[in-house]
């Protein structure tokens, strides 16, 4: 089962879903997925994390493993400190950490992505299952006074927390780079929380791995193509089965009864329609299979799709005979309904290691920034675990260090890198990440793709920003942002050739260089509201880098000016509104203004400081809400006396007047009293 936030806000759970197959055999120096991601090719070439320190802010560390082995200067654990017991040896009792600090610098049988970098234990929870927020920010703030280079967090809920996301803000401008779980709250969207939705964290989520239980499947019913996911214990398809859909009901032996099945693909509901039944995967699959049946669909008995398993409960001998996947239940539904017309279609099961988990958290966070920012292997993953044991464990905690590691290893190639450096390094080189039909995944769901670490130690360009979002509308249908592009070693910047690709044809890309910058100009033809994604890929006939591009078009218009530390509004909207929400907050921060403004009343809010300002407009219209975006920079602003309207949150006139009152009342008690 995959964990869920089941308590109060302020409690995180460490974001694992474990498949555990312990063995007490000696493993491969490097996994499948440390391979996948690359990490033999910089380890060829002398980088082994070597003088980097890394916090690891999890379950504590099994500092008696073999391949972890040893507690203080001299033990492959150098410190840390366990605030469930407060004591200074964070020993692990329930194996995440273990398994976290294993993929990132376990040295041994085994060997980690960054296996001679210093490892930091800061002891968190017990259980795994629970983390107080109070500890994870104690934790952080230690961290700093241990001058950590790196800290991996694999916590996360689909929850915010402000105090904690000021914690890892905090760290990033010590230089320390946070590298944070997108969590398993997936495959519904706008499901990433704290600490992952922080702007200036590294939020990773989880791909498939490189073994041969890395499978995807496809369902395509006539010209469409369904999303669906092959349940565990189904196997690689030789050929794709086809067959008509037949639906089943709950997949029982009474609800088969005097249906013909033989050959077809059925169709059944998850469950069962009698209180307290439990028809499980297995049954439906042996019922379907013993009928004659070709393929079998589970359709979900709530909304969303699920991943389910085929198996027996206390049982060794069961064996699928036939695929079966699973699908959402409105797709189900449809299914079901289209079945009544003899209905076929063609399914298909097979190996493709770069797809993201189903399990793994999704975005968007905010309108402003991509979220997560990147994917690494995350299913299946060997490690090490408590008992000088190994084990496959599943979870956006399991991707999360194997970013780490890698950053590990760039840092040591690259000692003076800051921590957005850091982020654009590892993000512009991924690979693309694709879905079970060949279609890159939106980057609210894969970022700018797989880990690469082979090509992010070759690159040599830092590309400010690393993503890019256009506010365009019906008003302004051409936005213009500018990529700054620095040099690793210095060296002058090749000729470059950029391209853009994305899923909306009506986009226009343009660009031209200059000096050390890539100006992008990207052109809406068609005025469809809505968001759309893709990318712009860079070569420097070294890199091919990859940008995450978000466009938003609008019907409405949000303009913003500047007249020192006062920033005023307006909207161009193509319809009568009637009021809007203005929304203020600078680039990365947490704090907010906000102020409502009509077609004949504009308001202004005050700034102190210049820098890049996110501005989200919510319309009224009618009786539904419309939004517009708008991203100000402010080069200059004069000190001014503070602004006691937007301090009291009182409108000046009503100011004066509750002065004016308080005053004559002091002026009357005064005089009584004399």
């Known amino acids: 089962m995959l964990e869920k936030f089941l308590v109060f806000s302020l409690v995180f759970v460490l974001c694992i879903t474990c498949f555990i197959v312990t063995s007490n055999e000696e493993q491969n120096t490097l996994s499948s997925s440390i391979k996948l991601v690359g990490a033999q090719i910089p380890k060829q070439n002398g980088l082994d994390g070597q003088g980097i320190k890394i916090g690891i802010i999890d379950t504590g560390v099994d500092f008696d493993h073999p391949d972890l082995h040893g507690y203080g200067k001299s033990g492959r654990i150098a410190g840390g400190y366990d605030y469930v017991n407060t004591d200074k040896r964070p020993i692990d009792v329930n194996g995440h950490g273990t398994e976290v600090a294993g993929i990132i610098g376990a040295n041994g049988s085994f060997s980690g992505m960054a296996p001679r970098s210093q490892l930091f234990s800061y002891k968190v929870s017990s259980t795994g299952e629970a983390v107080s927020s109070e500890y994870i920010i104690q934790a952080i703030s230690r961290a700093i006074e241990d001058k950590m280079n790196i800290v991996n967090i694999s916590l996360g809920v689909n929850r915010t927390n402000d105090e904690l996301e000021n914690a890892v803000d905090e760290a990033v401008k010590k230089g320390i780079v946070i590298v944070t779980a997108a969590g398993n709250n997936g495959p519904d969207d706008m499901t990433i929380g704290s600490p992952g939705r922080d702007f200036n964290v590294i939020t990773v989520g989880a791909s498939y791995n490189n073994i041969t239980s890395s499978l995807v499947s496809t369902l395509e019913v006539g010209s469409k193509q369904y999303n669906v996911i092959p349940m565990l214990g189904t196997d690689v398809l030789q050929n794709p089965v086809k067959g008509k859909i037949v639906y089943g009901g709950y997949g029982r032996v009474k609800d088969l009864q005097g249906i013909d099945v033989k050959d077809s693909i059925l169709l059944e509901q998850r469950g069962s329609d009698t209180k307290g039944e439990k028809v499980f995967f297995s049954e439906k699959e042996k019922n379907a299979a013993d009928r004659g049946a070709r393929g079998l669909i589970v359709y979900n008995n709530q909304s969303g799709v699920f991943f389910g398993e085929l198996r027996v409960p206390n049982s060794t001998n069961y064996q699928p005979r036939i695929p079966v996947i699973s699908i959402s239940g409105n797709d189900g539904l449809e299914l079901k309904s289209m079945s009544k017309n003899n209905t076929s279609g063609t399914l298909n099961i097979f190996y493709h290691p770069d797809f993201v988990a189903p399990f793994s958290s999704r975005g968007p966070v905010s309108p402003f920034y991509v979220k997560p920012d990147l994917v690494a292997p995350g299913v299946y993953v060997n490690t090490t675990s408590l008992g000088g044991k190994y084990n496959l464990t599943s979870g956006t905690s399991i991707a999360t260090p194997h970013v780490t590691g890698a950053i590990a290893l760039l840092l040591q190639e690259h000692p003076n890198l800051s921590p957005s450096s850091v982020i654009s390094l590892v993000t512009t080189t991924t690979d693309p990440v694709t879905d079970a039909y060949g279609k890159e995944f939106s980057i609210s769901i894969a970022g700018s793709g797989r880990l690469n670490v082979t090509r992010a130690s070759s690159a040599d360009l830092i590309i400010s920003p690393h993503s890019l979002v256009f506010n365009l509308s019906y008003g302004n249908p051409s936005g213009t942002r500018v990529l700054h592009l620095h040099s690793i070693d210095d060296t002058a910047i090749p000729k470059l050739k950029a391209h853009f690709s994305s899923s909306n044809p009506h986009l226009v890309f343009n660009y031209t260089t200059s000096n050390n910058t890539l100006s992008v100009q990207i052109t809406d033809n068609a005025k469809n509201p809505g968001d759309s994604d893709g990318f712009i890929t860079i070569d420097d006939s070294r890199t091919v880098y990859r940008i995450p591009v978000l466009i938003h078009v609008t019907k409405g218009t949000l303009e913003a000016s500047q007249n020192n530390t006062q920033i005023s509004f307006s909207i161009d909207y193509p319809g009568k509104w009637s009021y809007a ?62 602004d006691i309207e937007e301090i009291l949150q009182i409108p000046i006139k009503q100011t004066i007047i509750i002065f004016s009152i308080l005053a004559i009342a002091v002026i009357v008690y005064l005089v009584k009293r004399r």
């Not at 504009?602 to 991203?631: L, M, R």
């Open 581 to 642: 929400k203005i929304s203020l907050a600078k680039a990365g921060s947490h704090d907010t203004k906000t102020i409502g403004i009509t077609p004949q009343d504009s308001k202004t809010i005050s700034i102190n400081s210049a820098g890049e300002y996110w501005i989200q407009a919510d319309i009224k219209v009618e009786n539904e809400t419309d939004h517009a975006y708008k991203t100000l920079v402010i080069d200059n602003v004069i000190e001014s006396y503070p």
